[in-house]
């Protein structure tokens, strides 16, 4: 055989790759069995506010776009704001603050509001699965002797 490939060779070559190969699947295997599912999240919750930065951005994007109304990156938006936000001192800053404060302080009403109302509706889905469980309960005790009744008859 001219230049091919002995068959040890091939065979090394063969075991090197089947090597790598199972050592790759073994990482995969083993990523994916270590991640955790996402829990569903409620549509319903409220949304946390915004910080002091993002209720700053708000009104700066607003700005941004009137002076240059020609940009369509939004990265540029963000770095300008970013560096405006940290050149500013604490008095500029206080009325962005003030207005994520309050919005945190309306968030924590509206969740507090949320959580009372979904411990109130699992405590009424308890107390609908008591009470269905007992009417089972109750109507099969009621089919057990009519049964038990007919069956004396057969006998």
């Known amino acids: 055989m001219k230049g091919g490939k002995s068959k040890a060779e091939t065979k090394k070559a063969d075991n090197k790759l089947s090597v790598k190969k199972k050592g790759v699947g073994a990482d995969k295997v083993s990523k994916k069995a270590g991640k955790k599912e996402k829990a569903v999240k409620d549509p319903n919750k409220p949304k946390r506010p915004a910080s002091a930065f993002f209720v700053f951005m708000e009104e700066f994007r607003k700005q941004?776009?009137?002076?240059?109304?020609?940009?369509?990156?939004?990265?540029?938006?963000?770095?300008?704001?970013?560096?405006?936000?940290?050149?500013?001192?604490e008095a500029e800053k206080a009325p962005y603050v003030a207005k994520a404060e309050k919005r945190k302080s309306e968030y924590n009403k509206?969740?507090?509001?949320?959580?009372?109302k979904k411990a109130e509706g699992a405590n009424a889905a308890e107390e609908e699965e008591e009470?269905?469980?007992?009417?089972?309960?109750?109507?099969?005790?009621?089919?057990?002797?009519?049964?038990?009744?007919?069956?004396?008859d057969d006998e």
Do not use: C
Not at 72 to 88: E, H, I, L
């Open 110 to 116: 509206s969740l507090q509001a949320y959580n009372k």
């Open 64 to 89: 941004y776009k009137e002076k240059h109304p020609n940009n369509k990156s939004v990265s540029v938006v963000g770095k300008a704001g970013g560096d405006k936000w940290k050149s500013m001192t």
């Open 131 to 152: 009470e269905s469980d007992k009417s089972k309960s109750e109507v099969n005790d009621d089919e057990d002797d009519d049964e038990s009744g007919e069956e004396d």
